[in-house]
């Protein structure tokens, strides 16, 4: 049975937890309308934009997340130099945050993803991204400003933008932290350097399947179906989610990244955070957009 009262002590602590978030840096732009009639050049709904607004994404929504539930936390990856790149180091500095963690890479096209909404509906997306292509000096410089730093569990967030490699991981010594992975590559041989593993069910099939994954912990994102948390030596557990009306799945998965990371460092065990970890995305999937939930929100879902 839940124990209600550790939920609420380990949410209380989540202001005093250090987090570094390593991975590839995404803008999401939104496009809000109304859709009333059908084109006459081709059979596709008529959008007429009546806002538009943007948010971050990918590792930077991961980070995102760790703020909105006042968590102390570093994002560390790369942009472009670009107005998408100064728009991200803009909005991380908003957070009462440092932007010295993100590299600006001349050349390099920031990562951005548009999606057009309409009736609370995702009509279209369209991306603008090149993969990173980055000199063997800046991840020499990376490795050695990681190494330095002293934080309570770290989040590898790989989309695979091409930040995230073996060689990258290899070098990363994080003194015993714990490492949390959510990887979108398919590339089985990065498993090895995390603790926990987050996916959903697609990533975690490219993966190989569980049984193939060299990760003691693995929580799996089965959408409404809730999670599914396989650790070394227990009985496979499923918690099923308590939403009850799904808008919007961006970003859920990062949502559940960051508050299984805040749990296990908050002292929960992997069952305890993998059931606080599910209550979050619940309340996130409520929301359109890439949604992030507060403290307070997270209390009262649980």
């Known amino acids: 049975m839940t124990n ?3 939920l609420k002590e380990a949410i209380s602590k989540f202001d005093s937890i250090h987090v570094l978030v ?14 009333s009639r059908i084109s006459p050049e081709a059979p596709v709904p008529i959008v007429e934009i009546k806002e538009e607004s943007t948010m971050l994404g990918g590792a930077a929504n991961v980070f995102s997340n760790l703020r909105a539930l006042s968590a102390q936390s570093m994002l ?11 728009t991200i180091l803009e909005m991380v500095r908003a957070q009462n945050s ?8 001349q050349g390099h096209r920031t990562s951005t993803k548009v999606r057009v909404i309409a009736q609370s509906q995702q009509i279209v997306r369209f991306d603008r991204e090149m993969i990173l292509d980055l000199p063997q000096e800046y991840f020499e410089m990376a490795c050695a400003r990681i190494n330095s730093f002293h934080f309570d569990i770290v989040i590898i967030s790989d989309y695979d933008k091409g930040l995230i490699s073996e060689d990258f991981l290899q070098s990363l010594n994080f003194n015993g932290c714990p490492v949390l992975m959510d990887t979108k590559s398919g590339k089985i041989e990065y498993c090895k350097y995390a ?35 396989l650790e070394q030596g227990r009985p496979t557990l499923r918690i099923p989610s308590k939403v009850k009306e799904v808008f919007d799945v961006s970003g859920a998965g990062d949502t559940v990244t960051a508050v299984m990371a805040l749990g296990v460092a908050a002292g929960l065990s992997y069952s305890e ?7 979050a995305a619940g309340v996130v999937v409520g929301k359109v957009g890439t949604a992030t939930l507060t403290k307070e929100e997270l209390l009262e879902c649980i």
């Not at 440092?98 to 890479?105: K, M």
Request: negative net charge.
């Open 273 to 279: 955070s993998a059931e606080l970890a599910n209550a």
């Open 76 to 86: 560390f990856g790369v942009v472009g130099a670009d107005v998408e790149g100064a």
């Open 195 to 229: 603790d926990i593993l987050t996916s959903n069910v697609d990533e975690i099939a490219k993966l190989g399947g569980p049984m193939m994954i060299p990760c003691p912990v693995i929580l799996i994102t089965k959408g409404k179906a809730g999670v599914e948390l």
């Open 22 to 35: 390593i991975g590839d840096i995404i803008l999401d732009r939104f496009m809000w309308g109304s859709v």
């Open 4 to 6: 209600i009262a550790r």
């Open 98 to 105: 440092s932007s010295d963690g993100i590299e600006i890479f």
